[in-house]
């Protein structure tokens, strides 16, 4: 309020002033132009000069904007345009991690000129056809990328291996990603699909090798990987290099109580004849495990290893629910001529499973013996153990330490 009241005084002392050099000196201004004579005050002149100079600069102004409406116009209209280009990449983006390929293809490969698209645009509408099946279209738009420069060469690579490898055609997939080199050759994604590659290759020792690299990318479900784990262990195994080292090497995981990875190894081991390497392989296992395939295993070993067996397996009786260490070290007796033995281990198996095959062992032990009576009760009651399907039977101890 001050403020305004110091305005106020100096205006009306500049005012008067004004008003007083006005009255004392109006001036004078003559402007001739042909017959024409237009004769003023000097401070009229002035006057109009300056509301004159007011109008004309408002005049210009106008007119500016007037011509500026068009530009302002296309500034609107791509505002809006930009906004549709927006809605759309973020419609694909969020489809895409939806799962939604279709919608996820289309959004992103929809847009009013190459100047919307950013570099993710071609890159996640191709992966979005691959995931869709359309090898051929990814490709294509792989392909047009490339042509534009949008996407890293290393990047086009991967997508392009990526899609071979859907297509189940390993050999480009293979050509590509043997030419990454540098930061892009360690590259997680690339670590996951030679993973992929080995396993659609059946190349079980490339497998085996690539897991941990293709655990830590976590590009690849753990199900899924464990899956592969498996089978690549199983057909290592198999092959014609497995051996009791690469059994040794193989995971926990696969190593423990019921494994399916250890019958393997007891057949390969059985069909190579390698007796010493399978006894020695059978009496580590039993320090941890008694499993139906170590019993197995340990029925076809020649005598001179067989024997040595026996301690082993007594490890095993106390905790012999089904009774199969004692039949095994029942026929391990009756291999080395310790008949008495024999028949009180059969007696033992046969008491804690009335299965079948201890009721034959038993009754072929009491037949050695002349008890014709009892081996012929024995039978008869296998017979009928067997003819009864609903009766299921264990052979085999599932024990562990």
Not at 374 to 388: G, P, Y
């Amino acid at each position: 309020m001050a403020r305004f009241s110091i305005y106020l005084i100096c205006g009306l002392v500049l005012g008067a002033a004004l008003v007083n050099a006005i009255a004392r000196d109006p001036g004078y201004v003559l402007m001739m132009l042909g017959e024409w004579q237009v004769e003023t005050s000097a401070w009229l002149a002035l006057s109009v000069f300056l509301v004159f100079s007011m109008l004309l600069w408002s005049l210009m102004r106008l007119l500016r904007s007037t011509l500026n409406v068009p530009h302002a116009l296309r500034r609107w209209m791509g505002l809006r345009s930009a906004r549709g280009a927006q809605r759309r990449t973020d419609k694909g983006f969020v489809a895409f991690f939806e799962g939604r390929w279709e919608v996820a293809e289309k959004a992103l490969s929809k847009t009013a000129s190459a100047d919307e698209q950013g570099s993710l645009h071609p890159l996640f509408a191709a992966l979005a056809a691959i995931h869709r099946g359309h090898i051929q279209s990814a490709l294509e738009m792989l392909d047009q990328a490339e042509k534009q420069g949008t996407l890293p060469p290393p990047v086009i690579a991967m997508a392009r291996a990526q899609a071979h490898l859907t297509d189940h055609a390993p050999e480009r997939a293979d050509e590509l990603l043997r030419g990454f080199s540098g930061g892009s050759q360690g590259a997680p994604r690339v670590s996951a699909m030679r993973c992929e590659l080995a396993y659609q290759r059946r190349d079980w020792g490339e497998v085996i090798e690539s897991l941990p690299d293709a655990r830590r990318s976590r590009l690849i479900p753990e199900p899924l990987l464990n899956l592969w784990e498996r089978e690549a262990w199983h057909g290592a195994m198999e092959s014609d290099s497995g051996d009791l080292a690469l059994w040794k090497r193989a995971p926990d995981s696969l190593r423990s109580h019921n494994s399916s990875l250890w019958p393997v190894v007891v057949t390969r081991l059985i069909a190579e004849k390698s007796w010493d390497g399978l006894q020695k392989a059978l009496v580590e296992r039993l320090q941890h495990y008694c499993e139906r395939a170590t019993l197995e295993g340990i029925a076809v070993l020649p005598d001179r290893q067989a024997q040595k067996m026996k301690k082993a397996l007594k490890r095993w009786c106390e905790e012999d629910a089904h009774g199969a260490c004692h039949a095994m070290l029942a026929e391990l007796l009756q291999r080395e001529g310790d008949m008495q033995s024999a028949g009180e281990l059969w007696e033992a198996a046969y008491k804690r499973s009335p299965s079948a095959r201890h009721a034959l062992g038993w009754a072929s032990w009491l037949r050695s013996q002349g008890e014709e009576g009892r081996a012929l009760t024995l039978e008869t009651e296998a017979i009928m153990t067997l003819r009864a399907p609903q009766r299921t039977e264990s052979v085999s101890p599932l024990s562990t330490r």
